[in-house]
């Protein structure tokens, strides 16, 4: 098999490898109702409940209009948006839309911060924090982009040049029965047939001559 034959079964791999991550991907999200479910603790603002590099699990689903005083929430901090803060939720208002408008501190902060913690709504609010992993953020950050990137990037290139090695080896041919040559197709001699020539025999018996008699072979006095 050739190489273009092999290419289009190496992208078949990759593509069902890029098609499990988006099915996962999309399967978090029906589930926790939010595109990202995990977030990692970055400061010690929610000490000593939640702590650096713990990893939150949050949840949305629609549970803005559920939330009371005393829920730990995931949002964007409502002033320019450029933050995730997690913070515990303290009051919860009402806007001039009759929408909520929740205020949150930090468990360790003396109080609440302008443009922070409020006033949040519900543009701003990504989740409720329903489960916290302790301490593994830290594997988190180390594999944060572009690094995380690189290594798919990794891990999918192995898979196409594996898939392609693998086709290299089954489809190189078998080999061959080995040829001999005229000299090696001569028929072998049976050793114990053949007669020897006359070289080869041994000289026959003198008649005249006679074997030693016993007298012969005692030791003399």
Do not use: C
């Amino acid at each position: 098999m050739d190489k273009k034959s092999r290419l289009p079964v190496a992208l078949k791999d990759v593509v069902i490898v890029v098609a499990g991550v988006g099915i996962v991907w999309a399967a978090l999200w029906i589930a926790f109702g939010t595109q990202n479910p995990f977030y990692v603790v970055s400061s010690g603002s929610m000490e000593p409940v939640l702590k650096v590099n713990d990893v939150l699990i949050v949840r949305d689903g629609g549970s803005f209009d559920n939330l009371k005083v005393g829920d730990i929430i995931v949002f964007n901090r409502p002033e320019g948006g450029d933050r995730v803060i997690v913070h515990r939720i303290i009051e919860i208002l009402q806007g001039n839309d009759g929408d909520r408008v929740i205020r949150t501190k930090g468990d360790a902060n003396p109080s609440s911060i302008p443009g922070t913690d409020f006033p949040i709504t519900r543009d701003d609010y990504i989740g409720s924090v329903i489960s916290v992993i302790p301490g593994v953020g830290l594997i988190t950050k180390i594999i944060s982009p572009p690094v995380n990137y690189i290594i798919i990037a990794i891990i999918l290139a192995i898979l196409f040049f594996n898939r392609m090695g693998k086709k290299d080896k089954t489809s190189s041919p078998a080999a061959g029965p080995t040829e001999t040559s005229p000299e090696d197709k001569q028929p072998p001699t049976d050793a114990g047939a053949s007669d020897p020539s006359p070289e080869d025999k041994p000289p026959s018996a003198d008649p005249g001559a006679t074997g030693s008699s016993e007298d012969d072979k005692r030791p003399s006095a």
